[in-house]
């Protein structure tokens, strides 16, 4: 069927990869003559541009508060999202978030369009969350499509209610990608992500603070903001790394930043598939990635070839990968340049058609 209109829905359009990733959609389907109808949660900052076309609606100005419970916030929103979306009449419902997806499931799923669910998490933290994963689970069986960015992730959810699944990886969302400065190399390693607990970058200063004696030239740079800014100075300082280490806040251009860099690590706990980590293989950094159970990070490294994978949390497995891209060029060298083939594996194009397709399969 032809899709002529299409919902999508997001818990917000704050500076995100999934976020980031339901803008470029929203301008892909535009270029198709499709309208977008773009439902959020909250009415925050909108990060990314949107094509002018594009219908936004905000159902609530705040998060819930003191004066309204978190159940009772949340139970109206729900109406009010399945109200919205009804009201639209969108030949497609695409929900980016989990706790939306299950709002939009429920109540027999009022709005007549097929509902496309789009798993954006990890599966480590529905693991420790039983309860969780049993409500996306549900709330799945009343979707008429799922899709999924590894294979890991489908079949952690599988069931023989999910009929029409797809897995579908994640694009790489900017075209026109600065040059690697190879003669201007700086002896920096960056990592780029929120100040969070599943990012980790503590560990990363720990790793490097155990390098640091090896590598005296070498700074690490550290782009994002959040709740452990604090801790991480703390920890800067402890380890007498103030002069070497920078907390050097968000970031809009995280792709200039990281065509200098000698090295780009993600060192998180938990992940999706990682727009940061895409582009910077897409630029040539050498990458170091932690192997994330049933992350895109699988997905996008090859051990030893593209990039190099470490245990999650294993302080001793990420120094000594630094170590060896560091202290050997033509090995860095080598990694630099088959990660570049990541360009046409995840060819936004080719991506973005794969949607649509799916959704024209659904409907």
């Known amino acids: 069927m032809k899709i002529n209109t299409v919902t999508l829905v997001s818990r917000d359009m704050n500076p995100g990869d999934t976020q980031h990733f ?54 109206k929103l729900a109406s009010k999202l399945r109200k919205t979306i009804f009201a639209q009449h969108s030949d497609i419902v695409v929900v980016f978030s989990m706790q939306e997806a299950i709002m939009a499931a429920q109540g ?24 969780k994963s049993s409500l996306i689970r549900s709330a799945y069986k009343k979707a008429d499509g799922l899709v999924f960015q590894t294979h890991a992730e489908k079949n952690f959810f599988y069931d023989s209610f999910f009929t029409n699944t797809v897995v579908i990886p994640n694009a790489l ?45 070498y700074k690490l740079t550290l782009y994002g903001e959040g709740p452990l800014r604090d801790a991480l100075e703390a920890e800067i300082l402890e380890c007498g790394l103030a002069d070497r280490v ?22 998180s706990d938990s992940e999706g598939m990682s727009n940061t980590l895409i582009q910077a293989m897409a630029i040539g950094l050498p990458c170091i990635a932690t192997d994330t159970p049933g992350s895109g990070t699988e997905f ?22 630094m170590r060896s891209i560091l202290s050997d060029k033509n090995f860095a060298d080598r990694l630099s340049q088959n990660a570049k083939q990541i360009v046409n594996i995840l060819d936004k194009q080719k991506i973005m058609r794969q949607w649509l397709d799916f959704f024209e399969e659904i409907a």
Request: with cysteine.
């Open 246 to 267: 920078k907390l050097a806040g968000a970031t809009s251009k995280a792709p200039e930043k990281m065509k200098e860099a000698a090295l780009f690590v993600l060192s």
């Open 173 to 217: 969302l900017l075209e026109n990608l600065p040059k690697r400065a190879e003669k201007k190399i700086k002896k920096e390693i960056i990592a780029v992500g929120p100040l969070t607990p599943e990012k980790n970058h503590l560990l990363l200063i720990q790793a490097f603070a155990d390098i640091a004696p090896t590598f005296p030239d």
């Open 22 to 75: 339901v803008a470029e959609l929203a301008h892909y389907l535009d270029t198709q003559n499709i309208q977008v109808h773009l439902v959020t949660s909250v009415d925050q900052e909108v990060a990314y541009s949107l094509p002018s076309k594009v219908e936004h609606t905000a159902l609530t100005p705040q998060e819930p508060s003191s004066f309204l419970p978190k159940s009772l916030y949340r139970m």
């Open 108 to 131: 027999g799923k009022q709005h007549k369009a097929p509902l496309v669910i789009a798993y954006r998490s990890d599966i480590p933290a529905q693991l420790k969350q039983k309860w």
């Open 300 to 321: 996008l490294i090859q051990h030893g070839e593209n990039g190099l994978l470490c245990p999650v949390g294993d302080r001793t497995e990420l120094s000594d990968a």
